[in-house]
């Protein structure tokens, strides 16, 4: 097997029908400055959490990129030790890519954006401006303003009258709310949902008069309108008495409209046992009662599921089931969207009671107990080796005297006392456990680890005072694209919509061609 591929060798790998996973090793604030369309961030700071979960199974080519700076090869040996079999380097990393002529595209769940756009470009999904909504609202129009984002994000803003309600849960949830005359405005934050959120419910052949809300909330407030902030409203998300044979119904118009494929139990767990190939299993309702089950199923909400694909699939040209509560429609609607994304994608639809017989392979990645210390020792520790390795916005909203902010990344060059003790201050243990197996490979001293108390650190005069300084080129788990659009930077958000829009004026026919918008 050879140690390193030219990018247009992965180039070419994305043409084909071969399993395999372009991994940016990046920190997340590098990985949003400039990215292969197609490649997946797993950072090095949490390779090992995180690898098992986006490509679980060990004989995928995984194709390693980095900042040309030898990282990969420190990677490629964690890997190594995981079990995985077949690891590539990108040959001089992100800017080998760009070398070859290659565009790098920046911001998060970039597949995801720009198919939001070619579906409203294909299908021309209907819309309406923020002025003509507001002018609605004011008349009391019938209308009603779904956000199809998750709760935790509608309640940081939304606009006024909506009502928060994951996309592909609307068509269910949404009948005893309205008539037929009710227009349906949804919307998100940005573009994406608000396109696929519209354009759902009118490939869902509701009766209702539908339009998508231009730019979301960031276009509400550009127009120079005031959002609600912590608003709770929700349509019913609770577990529901529905009627099966209506949303079985609409799902098999769906099925049949889309061409998509349903599996039983057999055929699902003979993909999930075959070692060779990857099948990736999601539970899509947004109903917490069911994903609590302790199944293998990952929890991916439909309409979360299509916003942010790469996060939940590492894996080109690998298979996707997915599994509902029971009525297909969910699972039928997102299916459709993964289809028109190029995922072999497969229903799961079985009369066995799959909850008790469901196949489980699912590898937690486990960590060893920490040596914790609580605030009432942290004083006598604080001459030790003191290092935050919480985010960097983090650190700079509070951390303790004489601290060290520092990532896995450039702890590799950092210099410490050999001779003391380290004390790591954390937030996320996964991170802290795996920085302190690289300190314990490097250094015969003990590690100890503290979960950074604000409150505590504040009443005991143990905050630093003069306030923490990063530089902006350290601070590489920042994502800095366009970041204060959702804090009223109206140029950000200018910024912003500018870039999902242009989304498709950089994609090459390779990568247009992947999806096929039905």
Known sequence: MKKYIKAKDVKDLFSGLSEFSLIDIREIGQHTN????????????????????????????????????????????????????????????????????????????????????????????????????????KQNDNIIIIDGRPIDEFKKMNIPFGICCPNMEVPIRIGKEIDDKTEIIVNCAGRTRSIIGAQNLINFGIKNKVRALENGTQGWTL???????????????????????????????????????????KK????????????????ITANKKFSENKLHLRNAPGGQLIQSTDSFIGVFNCKVILIDDGDLLRSALTASWL??????????????????NFFDQKKEFIIPKAKVIGNSDLKKNLKLNLLDIRTSNEFKEANIKRTKWINRVNLRSANFNKNKDFLLIYSDLVKAELIYKDITSKYKTSVYFYKFDKDFVLSHDLCSKKGAFIKKENRIDFIYHTYK????????????????????DHMDDQEKNRFKIL
């Open 485 to 504: 659009r959702h804090l009223g930077n109206k140029s950000h958000s200018r910024a912003y919509l500018s870039w999902e829009k242009g989304l498709l």
């Open 268 to 283: 699902m767990n003979f993909f999930l046992q075959d070692k060779t190939k990857n099948t990736f299993v999601f539970n």
């Open 223 to 265: 127009s120079g309108y005031k959002l609600e902030h912590n608003k709770t409203r929700s349509l019913d998300l609770d577990e529901i008495k529905s009627d099966q044979v209506k949303y079985h119904e609409s799902a098999s118009k769906i099925i049949k409209n889309f061409n998509l494929k349903k599996i039983n139990l």
């Open 339 to 356: 289809k028109q994304m190029g995922y072999d994608v497969y229903i799961f639809e079985d009369d066995s009671n799959y909850l008790k």
């Open 34 to 137: 400039g990215h292969p369309f197609f490649s997946i961030s797993i950072p090095f700071s949490v390779f090992e959490s995180k690898i098992v979960e986006l490509v679980p199974c060990k004989e995928t080519l995984i194709i390693l990129m980095d900042n040309n700076d030898g990282l990969s090869e420190i990677v490629k040996e964690i890997a190594l030790e995981i079990g995985y079999k077949n690891i590539q380097i990108l040959k001089n990393g992100v800017f080998g890519w760009e070398k070859s002529g290659y565009y790098l595209f920046k911001g998060i769940h970039v597949p995801s954006k720009a198919f939001g756009e070619l579906v409203e470009l294909k299908k021309h999904t209907p819309h309406i401006k923020p002025s003509e909504l507001r002018k609605k609202i």
